[in-house]
């Protein structure tokens, strides 16, 4: 390790695409056009674009590379065991099934695993993951140990199963209705924060106890395990790669978008060690995915991903993928803006609810404090709060437990002087804090809001 102050961004840049900041009086009336929804703006309208760390990144010269060894053949492309051995390397399980992205691996696995009557425990679900748990008629019910759900509280592994309340889970509803417990790594939807070892082997045990499967929703599983290395007790002068592995081993198998850790632009996977499920996933694959071999990928995108596993686990890269993002979040507490810490790993959480007291959870205070981002400086950031989950399925609305807008960072795609660009415009919109309106809906769908309701300013 070499012993100098700043960490650079270990990557230089070979091919540039241009970015334009528009006039405000362009943002503004874009605003109006998308009814204040970001997810409705073209992304040529945004300068920087925090909306999610999905698909976004850059790819490495040897993806590129990688993208010409694509073999596309239907059956059987070495493209495909280039995957396959890339997965099993930090993911040993039998069965590796290639999907489009991560939510096509979850339909598949939770219309064989799930059901009426069904409940899927997890830390928190994802909002696809727990999208598609319902569709198959079950019920996803987080976990999340306490202190996760305190943006203000530190704790090194705020994205740990309350392991008491799964106990409590299985005695009410029987074992029989609980067909795996899935731990998401890092738990996206609590503030990217990482799920321990230790943590994940009391699951286990609890798993063990009742004979419950246990898979990992792997999205960012290298970003928690280099918080391992970095908080977790024993685990710092191990390899990031052992500590996969160490995650991999507990599980009996997984989902993953490849769109996050993958590297990758498009992709995802399912991978598991019981062969009928593996049978019955297979055959869903089939049905709306593709060829076991390909399951709704080119070979190129398997190529690039399997390059991207490899890049992934890198301590150059995942030292300043953390540090990077804590750049940013140390910076906006420096200014007294309140987030979540400790700092994610893929996104920084500013807590909107704390930064805007005088809006109730009903004015949608994420919401109100995205769309003040967009205009004062064209940066593009995500609600997760009360549009994005609080809306009942019986129609009723109440408020989400926590009022946050996502910073999320792609990944290799910006630099620190475009963090600081964005850390100017949260400044002044910090400032104006007090003078922020909220928001009331106009229109909405009756699931999945976030995406597609048009709001007015009160
Ligand atoms: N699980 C987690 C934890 C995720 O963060 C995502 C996607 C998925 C599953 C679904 O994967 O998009 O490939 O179908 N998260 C993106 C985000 C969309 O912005 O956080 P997908």
């Not at 998308?34 to 790819?59: E, K, P, R």
């Not at 590379?65 to 280039?82: V, W």
């Not at 205009?375 to 019986?394: A, K, N, Y």
Request: aromatic share 8%; with cysteine; glycine share 10%.
């Amino acid at each position: 390790m070499n012993d100098f102050r700043t960490i650079i961004e270990p990557f230089r840049i070979k091919s540039v695409e241009p970015l334009r900041l528009s006039t405000r009086e362009e943002r503004e009336a874009r605003l109006r056009e998308v009814g204040f929804n970001l997810f409705g703006l073209h992304s040529a309208d945004v300068l920087i674009d925090l909306l999610t760390d999905s698909g976004t990144g850059a790819m490495s010269a040897e993806q590129w590379a990688a993208l010409q060894r694509g073999d596309e053949s239907y059956a059987g492309s070495p493209s495909f065991f280039r995957f396959e051995a890339a997965v099993k390397n930090l993911f040993d399980f039998k069965h590796v099934i290639p999907t489009h992205q991560g939510r096509a691996a979850e339909k598949i696995l939770f219309s064989v695993v799930g059901g009426r009557g069904k409940v899927v425990p997890s830390n928190t679900l994802f909002d696809t993951t727990r999208a598609n748990v319902e569709a198959s008629g079950a019920t996803g019910v987080d976990l999340l140990y306490p202190a996760g759900r305190q943006p203000s509280v530190p704790h090194p592994f705020k994205g740990n199963l309350d392991v008491e309340a799964l106990e409590r889970l299985i005695g009410e509803h029987g074992r029989d209705q609980v067909p795996l417990v899935l731990v998401t790594v890092t738990n996206n939807s609590g503030g990217g924060q990482p799920v321990s070892l230790e943590n994940l082997r009391a699951v286990r045990a609890v798993c063990d106890r009742h004979q419950i499967p246990l898979f990992l929703d792997g999205c960012r599983f290298a970003e928690n395990a280099w918080f391992i290395r970095q908080r977790e007790p024993g685990q710092a002068h191990r390899d990031v790669v052992d500590i996969v592995r160490d995650m991999a081993s507990v599980a009996d198998g997984m989902t993953m978008s490849a769109k996050k850790d993958g590297m990758a632009n498009i992709g995802g996977g399912l991978a598991l060690d019981d062969d009928a499920w593996a049978l019955k996933c297979r055959n869903l694959l089939i049905l709306t995915e593709g060829f076991p071999t390909y399951g709704g990928l080119a070979g190129r995108d398997l190529e690039a991903i399997a390059q991207g596993l490899s890049e992934i686990v890198q301590h150059d890269y995942l030292r300043y993928r953390v540090r990077s993002t804590e750049y940013l979040g140390e910076a906006l507490q420096k200014l007294g803006v309140p987030i979540v810490v400790p700092i994610g790993g893929h996104a920084v959480y500013l807590d909107a609810r704390a930064l805007l007291p005088h809006l109730t959870p009903l004015q949608y205070p994420g919401q109100a404090l995205a769309v003040a981002m967009y205009r004062e400086g064209g940066v593009r950031s995500c609600e997760i709060g009360t549009v994005m989950f609080g809306l009942s399925p019986d129609g009723t609305e109440k408020p989400a437990a926590m009022d946050l807008v996502r910073l999320a960072i792609p990944r290799r795609t910006y630099t620190q002087s475009h963090m600081d660009f964005v850390i100017e415009v949260v400044e002044r919109v910090a400032k104006q804090a007090k003078q922020l309106k909220g928001l009331r809906i106009v229109e909405q769908p009756p699931a999945l809001r976030h995406f597609s309701a048009r709001f007015a300013e009160l």
